[in-house]
């Protein structure tokens, strides 16, 4: 972990107790199902809570009618004006620190499997990998992360960081990370800012319960641990492993792509580590480097390790690739074709919050985030802000704006991921009974057909005041800073952050 003091919004509880895993060392810990001790070394971290003040989540759309007509350089200003509206690196990338990316690469495969039979037997195997037919074209294809993001997130950590190190890690869903990215053009050729692409079933080969590996970190979360079913991670004894690589990294930024998800109901930068950074050797059956199902992907205790592996190495910031989107997801499955399951949403987000991130991507899918636990979870926990009267959408597009119903494949057992959906795309209805502009302060009384979230008041195009509200009618004051009412107006947002402008006229 970085000792360099900026990171004191490091989103972690206290007390946190990290385990090295090497043959040989200080402490012996014996696991739950009686097999031969895990050594351990304890060491003790401390972190603080994220600070619940507002934070800004960019949303950036592109002019291009389709996605796949947005150039290489409209990308790059695309990633650099939302990570710069969303707080920027300065204050988190210095020169010297080995910065990890993490995209979502998890297949190159667009998935057309109906039946879950059918998506267990008929993943391409590694020699057939590159013929199989239905390979996702390298650029906005929806199912993974463009390397023209990852590029330019890459450019600007290299101009605050010229000494240091940056790494891609990935680790995809079959063993074969190292084609998938070459396919997707993770390659130095086209990101020549990147030191090594690691892909993470070459890591910690050497793996045994009796001995570890020196590649591996475990976490003892403590009271803070929900995951309960260790079903067949019992001879973990609770401990979550890690790679040491990513654990000891300087920055994580998080590259999720635009998608919802047919177990989880989303995914986003929480899920693209808080499964995605899973060491496949320990986490997938029979040590077979591919699908992490020693994991219970059933709904609640999925959401509970998610919660738990995320908290174990949070992010720093998040950049999610929108260029394309995809639905029936994380995959396509079910869809005629990728091109019937894709979005064109031409988006990028970012942010500092992973939390207030996925908060929002949910939003844009038409995915109820309090229907999420993992984000709930976490948010309770003080690992980020999923508020909507805290975090401030900037850019040039609302969520209003883009927002989508994206459906979802029916073959998963329940069907999980639909019942997270929200229908309501409809603007609450908002009558202003007042705006009167004083010498001192503006004082606004309105009222709506439903219980709204919080108002925005912008003078011109700055925004100047947000009040929290979650009633149907309220009515409050703010300074006089040289306003003037027939420049002003008020955006009324509900629980969707479906929003009204309303203009502010004097009476």
Same mark, same amino acid.
């Given at each position: ?12 509880i206290?007390?946190?107790v990290? *385990?090295?895993?090497?043959?040989g060392?200080? %402490?012996?810990?014996? +696991?739950? @199902? #009686?097999?031969?001790p895990?050594?351990?070394e !304890?060491?003790?971290?401390v972190?603080?809570?994220v600070e ?13 009618n ?42 190159a ?5 109906t ?17 199989n ?5 390298q650029?906005?294809n929806?199912?993974?992360?463009d390397?023209? *993001?990852?590029k330019?997130?890459?450019?600007? %950590?290299?101009?605050? +960081?010229? @000494? #240091?190190e ?5 680790? !995809?869903?079959r063993?074969y990370?190292?084609?998938?990215m070459?396919?997707l ?12 692409f690691i892909?993470?079933?070459?890591r910690?080969?050497?793996?045994t319960?009796?001995?570890?590996s020196?590649?591996?970190?475990a ?13 067949s991670l019992?001879?973990?004894g609770g401990?979550y492993?890690i790679?040491k690589?990513y654990y000891?990294?300087d ?5 999720p792509?635009?998608?919802n ?5 989303m995914?986003?930068a929480?899920?693209?580590?808080g ?11 029979n040590?077979?480097?591919?699908l992490r ?9 999925l959401?509970?390790f998610?919660?738990d ?18 639905q ?12 019937a ?6 988006l990028?987000?970012?942010?500092k919050?992973a939390v ?15 229907k999420?636990?993992?984000i ?12 909507l ?7 040039n597009?609302?969520v ?17 991921g ?8 409809e603007?609450?209805?908002?009558t202003?009974?007042a705006?009167n ?7 606004i ?10 108002a ?5 195009d700055?925004?100047?005041?947000v ?6 009618s ?12 027939a420049n002003?107006?008020?955006v ?16």
């Amino acid at each position: 972990m970085s000792n360099n003091g900026k990171k004191s919004n490091k989103q972690l509880i206290l007390g946190v107790v990290a *385990v090295l895993i090497v043959g040989g060392t200080l %402490v012996s810990r014996m +696991n739950t @199902s #009686g097999q031969a001790p895990i050594n351990v070394e !304890s060491i003790e971290q401390v972190y603080e809570e994220v600070e619940q003040t507002a934070t800004s989540v960019a949303l950036i759309q592109s002019d291009q009618n389709r996605a796949e007509d947005i150039s290489d350089e409209e990308v790059r200003a695309m990633v650099r004006e939302a990570v710069t509206l969303a707080g920027g690196l300065e204050d988190i990338v210095s020169d010297g620190d080995i910065v990890v990316l993490k995209p979502n690469l998890m297949s190159a495969i667009h998935e057309t499997f109906t039946s879950l039979e059918e998506m267990m037997n008929g993943m391409p195997a590694e020699e057939t990998f590159l013929s199989n037919k239905r390979l996702a074209p390298q650029l906005v294809n929806g199912v993974t992360t463009d390397y023209r *993001v990852t590029k330019a997130v890459a450019e600007m %950590v290299r101009e605050l +960081n010229p @000494s #240091g190190e940056i790494l891609v890690m990935e680790g !995809s869903i079959r063993s074969y990370t190292d084609k998938i990215m070459e396919h997707l053009g993770y390659t130095p050729e086209n990101i020549p800012f990147v030191d090594e692409f690691i892909a993470l079933e070459d890591r910690g080969t050497d793996y045994t319960v009796e001995n570890g590996s020196e590649d591996f970190v475990a976490i003892d979360l403590g009271e803070k641990a929900l995951y309960e079913d260790n079903g067949s991670l019992a001879h973990l004894g609770g401990l979550y492993f890690i790679d040491k690589r990513y654990y000891e990294a300087d920055v994580v930024i998080d590259m999720p792509a635009l998608k919802n998800h047919m177990v989880t109901g989303m995914t986003g930068a929480i899920k693209n580590v808080g499964i995605g950074m899973t060491p496949q050797v320990i986490y997938s059956p029979n040590n077979d480097d591919s699908l992490r199902f020693n994991i219970n992907h059933e709904w609640t205790p999925l959401h509970k390790f998610i919660h738990d592996f995320y908290m174990v190495k949070p992010v720093d910031f998040v950049v999610t690739d929108g260029l394309q989107g995809l639905q029936h997801g994380p995959l396509g499955h079910e869809g005629e074709s990728l091109e019937a399951v894709q979005m064109n949403k031409r988006l990028i987000l970012a942010g500092k919050d992973a939390v207030a991130v996925d908060t929002i991507h949910s939003l844009v899918i038409g995915v109820d985030p309090l229907k999420i636990d993992f984000i709930k979870t976490l948010a309770d926990d003080g690992m980020g802000i999923m508020d909507l009267s805290l975090i401030n959408v900037v850019g040039n597009r609302s969520v209003s704006d883009v927002k989508e119903h994206f459906d979802f494949p029916k073959f998963w057992p329940g069907a999980v991921g639909g019942p997270t959906s929200y229908e309501d795309f409809e603007a609450p209805v908002v009558t202003l009974a007042a705006a009167n502009l004083s010498e001192s302060d503006l004082q606004i009384v309105f009222g709506a057909d439903e219980t709204v979230e919080k108002a925005e008041i912008f003078h011109g195009d700055k925004l100047v005041h947000v009040e929290s509200i979650q009633t149907h009618s309220t009515n409050f004051s703010i300074a006089n800073e040289g306003f003037d009412l027939a420049n002003m107006s008020m955006v009324v947002y509900d629980r969707y952050l479906n929003g009204v402008v309303v203009e502010l006229e004097g009476e």
